[in-house]
């Protein structure tokens, strides 16, 4: 009978600490996923760069529910799609071309976040995308590209993605159309909350249409000045969610430290 856990030897020991600390991070980030119900049973896959190894990358073994998910059971890619250490996890094709390709693409973004949640890929059928209609829209103004669908990103048939990557340019924020959403991030915080403001704004806006009423959308200058409002909008570009997410981590240990096993 199975024993409702997966046996994942312990890495610990076996890499460096920064590699640790960043492993317990993205552990932590499946988890709270999890929790606020963004798991579709083994899909999507989130991605941490490795510090100080930035041609490595931190993944999901493609078998594994986001509650599962523990720091031990990450696998290491290279950005040339190579497992650096043994594992008896398996990797998918479609996890690789869709996060490596764009990490390669991009030296800036160290997180990336794939999801099909309701409310993402309801916004993602609909003609003109993201809609301003509220503040945590806005913080989005000009910010959010989008890539039509093209089918299922399976094997080894990379163009698709290397145009994913070119059609989201320099933002962090890509609506995969008839599919998802993809954020990414300088730092797993960054990601985070991105994500979590996201999938509000698209929450609202779902429920928003659902009424059938007239809806206000603000004129262009008035989100262009409230997105100025958040530090990665800013002329120096901060990068944000730090705060948030060692809030996230605390609520994680409080409600389940296996993620760091």
């Known amino acids: 009978m ?37 798991q579709d049973i083994t899909l999507n896959h989130f991605t941490l760069r490795v510090p100080g190894a930035p041609d490595r990358f931190l993944i999901k073994p493609t078998e594994m ?24 996890f398996d990797k998918s094709a479609a996890s690789f071309n869709i996060h490596g390709t764009l990490l390669k693409a991009r030296p800036d973004i160290n997180c990336t976040m794939h999801l099909h949640t309701n409310a993402g890929a309801a916004l993602s059928t609909q003609e003109g995308g993201l809609k301003f209609l509220s503040q945590y829209a806005m913080r989005f103004w000009n910010k959010v590209s989008y890539h039509n669908y093209e ?8 163009a698709e993605c290397e145009t994913m990557a070119k059609n989201l340019g320099r933002n962090f924020v890509l609506i995969m159309v008839n599919h998802g959403t993809l954020v990414c991030g300088r730092s797993i915080g960054e990601a985070f909350l991105f994500n979590h403001f996201l999938e509000r704004a698209a929450e609202i806006q779902m429920q928003a249409f659902a009424t059938g009423q007239k809806l206000v959308e603000p004129a262009p200058d008035v989100c262009a000045a409230i997105a ?10 901060q990068i944000v969610g730090g705060r948030d997410w060692e809030a996230v981590r605390r609520q994680m240990d409080r409600l389940d430290q296996t993620y760091r096993d």
């Open 151 to 158: 089918g299922l990103v399976h094997g080894d048939d990379r």
């Open 228 to 237: 100025q409002g958040w530090g990665e909008n800013r002329p120096n570009s």
């Open 2 to 38: 199975p024993s409702g856990r997966l046996d994942v030897p312990p890495m610990k020991s076996k890499v460096p600490a920064a590699e640790w600390s960043a492993r317990e991070d993205l552990a932590a980030l499946y988890r709270v996923a999890a929790h606020v119900g963004w």
């Open 65 to 88: 529910m986001f509650e599962e998910v523990t720091a031990s059971s990450l696998l290491c890619i290279t950005l040339n799609d190579e497992k650096v250490y043994p594992s008896p």
